[in-house]
T-cell receptor, first 108, second 112 residues
Framework: QQQVKQSPQSLIVQKGGISIINCAYE??????FPWYQQFPGKGPALLIA?????SEKKEGRFTISFNKSAKQFSLHIMDSQPGDSATYFC???????FGTGTRLQVFP | NAGVTQTPKFQVLKTGQSMTLQCAQD?????MSWYRQDPGMGLRLIHY???????DQGEVPNGYNVSRSTTEDFPLRLLSAAPSQTSVYFC???????????FGNGTRLTVT
């Protein structure tokens, strides 16, 4: 089975700080690298995704960066807010396998 | 547009009982999948389907059965519930491998 390794498992950030979550994957044969956000009591929802023809994609305070040679992609949350407190998952490109999740807590 | 609908939202079973978790999507997605979510374990794939009549096993298929007779529906069956199956179950659908997954809001199952 395709594996993804996500780190860190948990993250505590002060309001206004930068949150960084990393995902390492094995298979390079696919073209879609997503991050999902999950709030308590809800199902995960797509936050941002990137295709490997670009190395970075920014949507508001959220940036996804892709390093093909290192087989890694990362999520950066700039100016982190308490409302960003959630669990974040990366998914194996082209597969239905998820990382183990990162619980982000942003304190005022 | 309802998206992915899961029923029931909550369920309590006794060990050995059977039940079916329902999942329906109205987006005409070919791919559907079931996950269980346990603390510290993330989302683990149970079974998935790439189209009507086609199903396959995921990471943790034991104790669960699925079928896909229509594009819209993908029920998950527990034939003989065990306490180890206490979890939150999510159903998801997508157009394909390079498209986002759409999740339901989950079913919280407790087996006593």
């Amino acid at each position: 089975q395709q594996q993804v390794k996500q780190s860190p498992q948990s993250l505590i950030v002060q309001k206004g700080g930068i949150s960084i979550i990393n995902c390492a994957y094995e298979n390079t044969a696919f073209d879609y690298f997503p991050w999902y956000q999950q709030f308590p009591g809800k199902g995960p929802a797509l936050l941002i995704a990137i295709r490997p023809d670009v190395s970075e994609k920014k949507e508001g305070r959220f940036t996804i960066s892709f390093n093909k040679s290192a087989k890694q992609f990362s999520l950066h949350i700039m100016d982190s807010q308490p409302g960003d407190s959630a669990t974040y998952f990366c998914a194996a490109p082209g597969k239905l396998i998820f990382g183990t999740g990162t619980r982000l807590q942003v304190f005022p | 547009n309802a998206g992915v609908t899961q029923t029931p939202k909550f369920q309590v079973l006794k060990t050995g009982q059977s039940m079916t978790l329902q999942c329906a999507q109205d987006m005409n997605h070919e791919y559907m999948s079931w996950y269980r979510q346990d603390p510290g374990m993330g989302l683990r794939l149970i079974h998935y389907s790439v189209g009507a009549g086609i199903t396959d096993q995921g990471e943790v298929p034991n104790g669960y059965n699925v079928s896909r007779s229509t594009t819209e529906d993908f029920p998950l069956r527990l034939l003989s519930a065990a306490p180890s199956q206490t979890s939150v179950y999510f159903c998801a659908s997508t157009r394909g491998e390079s498209s986002p997954l759409h999740f339901g809001n989950g079913t919280r199952l407790t087996v006593t």
